[in-house]
Structures are given as structure tokens and as C-alpha cells.
């Protein structure tokens, strides 16, 4: 590892020591748009960076952002989106709830608790857990294993993407394994549930048919020969954009076969040739006023609109998936694209003068763009160095 990434880590794991608090890991260190508080998405994405690094006092700060959003759980289970920690300020979403809250407080506490073996604070954690994952049932609707997310129901709040998305429910069952394991409870539905969402996230020829969702849309999907996971599935469609954080999450629950492999190398060097860089954007393509959503994107936001053209969530780099990406991949074997990727990023850090741990770079300028000192970006790096590690490894 170069010097300037070995700085540039430190830095970011300073940056997530910084934002530790007794109640918990903050989103980032600034005022605006409640990020100084409690986030689920944020803190538990933090504290995963601080577990699989085995810092002390980050996993200490994750066990406490897990008891703090616990405590204010909804009487019918769901983990609230963020809390102002000493005050009944607590939010569950402002235009939709936010699903994976509670998705990412299930793993997140299975993953804590897999690591640390802290007895007295699963037990703390336990019974919010069951109430998490009856809630999740709920969400099914059919009770056939996938939950359904509202439109802006999850991170990429102002953005079109909802139905039986990937990335949130990727979280879900990783989580709901983690917690059948721990408790030493059978896995038989979790595993058919699991061989289905492979088989129909990733649509081929080579699977058993009595997996398939809805045959013509899957069948029309596979003719499409994508090159990775899809984004989400709808009653009749099966919506084929690259969702990065999906991605990275279905990578590391799923193991990729030799054709997914090299099917995602030749997406990502496909990527480059759009984009001029190896980054990885959050989601792709972009939506145009052109794009049949582009009316679902438009309006779709609380305090302004941020998703212009290869900003934001419409086709903004994100480090944060981008380096859970990197992970991913490098679980995978694909540790060429990994170094790759992260020589890029290297680039665009030092280009951008003003580099404060931004949400994300510009897809056509790669300027830094979104709010600054962000745990989810330092959380990213971490995530990066993970993945040079497992690629040396």
C-alpha cells in the first residue's frame, strides 16, 4: 500500500474516532440536515468498518449506536431511520419510512455479536431483534421471502428505485442467516429463499425453474444478458440498472460462479469506457429527462434537488459503496478491477484540492460533491483497504 492511501486510511479511521460518541456513531461532524446524529444506516455501516478492522473503541461505538436505536424502536418493530441522542427527537423517514433501518440493525447486531460474543449486550438486543425481523415478515406482504420497499424507501431516498429491490433485501436475509445461525435455529427456508434471489437477481439459463419469480419478464431479462445483479423486480419487470451497494452486498452474501466473474469484469471495464475512470458509480445509467422515470426523480426530494446529472444518487460516486464494492470483488477473486479501482479513486482524491470526505464525486467532472466529513465515505476507505489486503492475500 502506497503512503498516500496508508495517510488517507488513518485519516478516515481518525475521522469515524472523531464522530464516536457515548450514545453512539454520528453520520458526520456537521449541523446540516440532521446528519449529527444517530443514524441506523450511517452508524452500523461505520461500526462494520470499525469491526472488520478490530478497532476497540469503534466496535464499542457500534454496540452503543445499536442499544440507542433499540431503545427507540416503534411499538410494531421498526428501528427508527436516525435519533438525536437525549431527546425524543426520532425519526422513521420523512416522505417514506426507511426500510433499511431496521435491515441493516438486524445485521449489524448479528455481525457485532458474531464477532465479539458479548453475551449481555445480545440479550439486550435480542428481543428488538424479534420484533425487527417479525416486522420484516410483515413487510413481505406475501409471505414468500422478499421484502417490498416503497419508492424512497431506503438510502437512495430521492431516487426511483422500490419493489423487491436487491440491496435491501440482499441485507435482510444476510442478516436473518446470521441470526437463524447464531441462534442455532433451522436454515432450510433461509437457503431456498437464498438459492431464489441468486437465481432471479442474476437471471440465466442454468437454474432450476421452479426458482423464477415471473416467467416472461425473467425470460426477457436473461435474453438481455445482463452483466451483474439487478437493481430491483417489479410484478412484470425486472428493472436491469447497476446498483453498487446492492451489488457489493449480494457479492458478499452470494459466491460468484467463473461466468458472473468475469461478466462483472467486463461490466466494470465497460463502466470505464462511459465514464473515462475506473470509479464505480452509486447507480447507472443516468436518468435523463428523457428516461421513463425521469418523473419519479424530478420532484422527488426534501430539501432541494441534488440528483442533476451524475450527482448525488443519479450517477454519483459514492466511496462508501464503491468500497464495499472493492470488498466485495475482492472476496470474489477480482483483485485486478479492486486495484484498479482504488488507483482511480487515489487519482480523484488528489485532484479534487478541496477533498473533505465528501458524499461523492461528479460522474462527468469528478469533482467532490454532498456534504462534508462523512463517516459513510471514511467507512468506505476502510472498506478499500479490507479489499487490497484480501487481494494481497
Known sequence: MDSYFQNLYKDAVNLLHQLTTPDGILASTIEADNYKRIWARDSIVCGLAGLWIEDPFLIDGLKNSLLTLSEQQHPVGMIPSNVLPGTD???????????????????????????????????????????????????????????????????????????????????????????????????????????????????????????????????????????HFSAFILPGVYDQRFDAAGNALAMLLFSLDEKQKGDMSDYIASLEKELGTRLIPAFWPIITEESKDWDLLAGNYSFDFKNSSGDFHNGGIWPVWMGLFCYALSRNGLSSDVKKIIEAFLKAVQENKDWEFQEYFNAHTLKVGGKTQMGYTASGIVFMKLALEQANF
Open 89 to 227: 427527537n426520532v425519526s422513521f423517514g420523512s416522505l417514506v419510512g426507511r426500510i433499511d433501518a431496521t435491515t441493516w440493525f438486524v445485521l449489524g447486531s448479528c455481525l457485532y455479536y458474531q464477532k465479539t460474543r458479548d453475551q449481555q449486550t445480545w440479550k439486550q438486543l435480542q428481543p428488538s431483534i424479534e420484533k425487527c425481523r417479525i416486522f420484516l415478515k410483515a413487510a413481505e406482504f406475501n409471505s414468500k421471502g422478499w421484502i417490498y420497499t416503497p419508492l424512497s424507501g431506503n438510502w437512495a431516498d430521492e431516487y426511483p428505485i422500490h419493489g423487491y429491490t436487491l440491496y435491501d433485501n440482499a441485507l435482510r436475509l444476510w442478516g436473518e442467516k446470521l441470526f437463524l445461525e447464531i441462534e442455532q435455529q433451522n436454515e432450510e427456508i433461509i437457503d431456498r429463499i437464498l438459492k431464489r434471489t441468486k437465481a432471479n437477481f442474476w437471471p440465466s439459463e442454468v437454474i432450476d425453474p421452479s426458482l423464477i419469480y415471473q416467467r416472461p419478464p425473467f425470460q426477457k431479462a436473461m435474453k438481455e444478458k445482463t452483466q
